[in-house]
């Protein structure tokens, strides 16, 4: 995931976990949460005010979702921009995709 900036200063954004097929274990790095072992039947996982880049590994499938809330929740409001809620798409993904 990476991290969004803004004019005004670093935006607020959260990153929503879950396991998908099967039982989980997820780590981060670098470690912005502890390593986690997530079940589907679980809810999300929600990590808060992520301020850097980070990496998200699992021994499972994962549902990997970026919400960045709108701009009235900046430091300072900018007036534009709405609530953002966007899945991660796993990296091998566009290592064997061709465009043309």
Not at 47 to 54: E, G, R, Y
Not at 76 to 96: C, K, N, Q, W, Y
Request: charged residues 15%.
């Amino acid at each position: 995931m990476t991290f969004p900036r803004a004019e005004v200063g670093d935006s607020p954004h959260e990153i929503r976990i879950a396991a998908s097929t099967a039982p989980a274990h997820v780590h981060f790095d670098p470690a912005i949460a502890s390593d986690v072992l997530l079940d589907p039947s679980s809810p999300p996982l929600t990590l808060q005010d992520v301020k850097t880049d980070v990496r998200v590994t699992a021994d499972q499938p994962l549902l990997v979702a970026h919400y960045m809330p709108g701009s009235t929740a900046l430091p300072v409001a900018v007036g534009s921009g709405d609530p953002s809620l966007s899945m991660a798409i796993h990296r091998r993904s566009f290592e064997t995709v061709t465009y043309s």
